[in-house]
């Protein structure tokens, strides 16, 4: 069940994260950030790996764009 809601919520920040890759849109993946790791530490308490897996993915996703961006944009 938790593996499911890690998905769910790693789904839910793809959505912020997939626009967040125009430039100026890069805002987004600051709302993406705290919404992907809820879905890691649900992802942590599951026992499969796949929603883990995903936020993981997403979360560094979201990290390399903002750091090219500096951060803001």
């Known amino acids: 069940m938790l593996n499911i809601l890690s998905i769910l919520t790693g789904l839910v920040s793809l959505i912020f994260v ?9 805002w987004a993946n600051w709302l993406a950030l705290p919404i992907a790791l ?6 942590v308490l599951s026992s499969k790996n796949a929603g883990r897996n995903l936020n993981i993915v997403i979360l560094i996703f979201a990290v390399v764009r903002l750091s090219l961006g500096g951060g803001f944009i």
Do not use: E
């Not at 809820?38 to 992802?43: D, Q, R, S």
């Open 18 to 26: 997939i626009p967040g890759v125009v430039p100026f849109l890069g």
């Open 38 to 43: 809820v879905g890691l530490v649900l992802g």
